[in-house]
């Protein structure tokens, strides 16, 4: 019966250094090897009919090409649609309780 030793090998320390590092390495590779947002292959939606309505390709894209700009602009204006209305009463019911 041979006896092992408790502490790795130095060589199963560096080959499992080695994996750690091209594991480590490979993470942010894939994470951006994934390319440009596409749209998803759009759901149908059923009415009460029971007929479904499918969605063309040609709209949905002309609708995203707006809309992505549209959601940029909201997230980088801080001043987007804030609205300063003073009031002299309580904002929630409860602050009156």
Known sequence: MKWKASFPYRS????SG???ALVLAG???AACSKGPPELPDPRPIVIRSGERLFAEPDRMAAVDAWFRPQQEN?????GF???WVPRDTPSYPWESL
């Open 27 to 29: 993470i942010p590779l």
């Open 74 to 78: 909201i997230t980088n204006d801080p």
């Open 81 to 83: 649609m804030i609205e």
């Open 18 to 20: 080695r994996v750690l």
């Open 12 to 15: 199963e320390i560096r080959n």
